[in-house]
């Protein structure tokens, strides 16, 4: 108490001292030379000039819940989810409690003693959750500031500053400021770990209580709206129990505003608990309120129902007495997010889905209900579509090459130990696919300087320390970003390091199946645009190339439809010139679909199918030609994309007659073919100018 009696007397004589010492409008700083002043206010400060010593986020992964259950650290009230504060050393503390980012933000700040508030901090962007601190440079020396009017005035220095005689003000133009500011509900939010014990078990994770942010300020806004004060009087009647009592909605919609707040937890076993300021989630609820997740809503509002009071009776929680509280709800909150006007209206803000810091590590991906398509969301995560060019596609340069390569370019190896399945092509390094009976690997040659040199081979590796080993026939291979990926039957497809072929990751578990980390088999690989495409025996599954990780099994983010199961060898390629993706099947047909289509996470649809006069095998396209191998008496040709139809049998190319061809990839301007002829497999190595 004598402190701050102290501080208060010793801040009232300082101020007096200024304001006897110069009117408020006076110029009393010198300019210099270059005609600039070198102690004006105020600070501005772009992202490139956060760092850790004075930026840190809030609600971060690896924040302690001693933290984030502390009300006293990690707490804020809906109307004000940016919080700015002086502390005792005298260092300015902004915090925002959002998922989105705040742009063109003004910081005004008023001193007793001044007439008006001057221009403290000039802010290009704050982040999303970001606590950034800096200390008050007029507290230890003078300045000069500019206020609203446009004066220019001296603040002198006072070691004597308290939060109770200086203040900040807010102002940015971002259309978002402006939602946040409509905001007319009271709710404190905060967190808790609850009991730890039964439903409470499994405490509130750091990305729940993010999401539970947005979840508050979501609800909090939708209901300050007039677009739901207008749907609430137009909707039907609302009974508070199952006798029909009506509900006085005006009533309601003060009791919402009005509420004193919600404790965020997680719990399991149940769906939510809620009541008065309690509110618990399972961990599903944090994630599928978006319109383009699930847009599941009815829990959230169930349990704030509890929270304002109604039983299960009624029509506000279970709608026993028809349509109801969460029917309209789910409504207008559906509304609001399709047409961006919720704070925080789509899963791309956060992209928690793909968080693996939460309970359940299976559910990484999810189908959109809605697509949500925005500038905004784009400049997070780099577009909608998983499609972000970020594949290597290089390694295709060089002066084109002929030869014939079998067994004998293996020392030890005889042609029943050595047959080649599938081929590709990196710069001067070629990758050969062996699927020998007992004998399954990966060969690596060297074609440098026209010479074939055999650098090694890929037969088993060490993954968690256990040694394993193709686990079933391998079928395909390709490189990118010092990576080989190589399928095989044993529904894996093995990912090693270019340099040294150790083992990273892996696709598919092993296990033959449709779960998230299974494929079907693996019959072949593409990359493209940064996305991994495995065709398996009935569907194209496809993983993001971002998500590699050493040592763990990648998740499928989204499969085509069944393309229909059949014995044989499967081929893909996507053509650059079109972007879409060919798979063959040996039934006679060539598949067709559009990988764009998988950034809606749902089931891929073919957009239509050729049909092809043998069995194809493998494809591959060339300035804008389509190649395909194939059974029957035409064994590579040229076919036309749109139809199917052949426009010219290459069986014969020169001097080289395929007789029984099969997997290939067009790279440096040759044709790399494997020809599985019996006792004498081999590869060749053909100029695209001999297919003329």
Partial sequence: MRKNIFNSLCFLVCSLLLLSGCEEDEILATDPEDGTLNNELSMKLTPADYNSDNTYYLLNDDEPSEIYFNNSQRSFYVNQPLQLTLDDDHYFQLRFYSPRKLSNVTVWAKIDGYEEAFKFMELEEI???????????????????????????????????????????????????????????????????????????????????????????????????GAFEMALHEFGPLHKDNNKTVIDKNVLLKQVLNHSGLRFGHCSGVNGLGGGVTYGLNEWCYLEHYADDTNETHTIFHE??????????????????????????????????????????????????????????????????????????????????????????????????SFKLDYTALSGATSATFRPKDVYVYGDTLYVVNDADTNYSLEVFSLAKGNIVHLGSIREWTEKNETKTFGGRPTGVVRAKDRIYVTHEGSRTEIFDVKDHRFIACIGN??????????????????YKGVVMIRDKRYVDFVQEQTVSPGETMFIFARSENLGEAGGTYGMAVDEQTGLLYSTHPSKRIDVLTPNDIREGKTLVRTRQLAYKNNPYALGFYQERMFVSSNGSEKF????????????????????????????????????????????????????????
């Fill in 127 to 225: 982040r999303p959750f970001q606590q950034l601190r800096i200390h008050i440079p007029f507290a230890t020396k003078d300045l000069i500031a500019y206020t609203r009017s446009g004066k220019k005035i001296q603040i002198m220095a006072n070691p004597y500053l308290t939060g109770e005689n200086l203040s900040f003000e807010i102002e940015s133009d971002d259309p978002y400021y402006k939602n946040l500011q409509s905001i007319r509900c009271k709710w404190r939010i905060t967190f808790s770990g609850y009991s730890g014990e039964g439903n409470w078990k499994y405490k509130l994770l750091p990305p729940h209580a993010r999401e539970a942010v947005a979840l508050a300020l979501n609800m909090s806004y939708m209901y300050s709206s």
């Fill in 304 to 401: 704030l129902a509890h929270c304002l009071g109604y039983g299960h009776d009624g029509n506000m929680t279970y709608e026993q007495t028809g349509a109801g509280w969460i029917t309209l709800c789910a409504n207008v909150y559906r509304s609001l997010s399709l047409n961006k006007e919720l704070p925080v209206y789509s899963r791309r803000f956060m992209h928690t889905r793909s968080n693996k810091n939460k309970y359940d590590k299976t559910n990484l991906y999810r189908a959109s209900k809605y697509i949500i398509e925005d500038p905004e969301l784009d400049a997070i995560d780099g577009g909608l579509s998983p499609l972000r060019e970020e594949t290597d596609l290089g390694g295709n340069e060089g002066e084109p090459v």
């Fill in 637 to 692: 040709c040229e076919v036309n994309p749109e139809t199917g139809d052949i426009i010219k049998n290459y069986t014969v190319i020169g001097s080289i007659t395929l007789q029984a061809p099969e997997k290939f990839c067009i790279r440096r301007n040759t044709l790399f073919i494997t020809d599985r002829i019996k006792n004498g497999a081999c590869v060749y190595a053909i100029p695209m100018s001999e297919l003329k």
């Fill in 510 to 527: 092993g296990k033959w199946g449709t779960g998230i980390t299974q494929t079907v088999h693996a019959f072949d690989v593409v990359l």
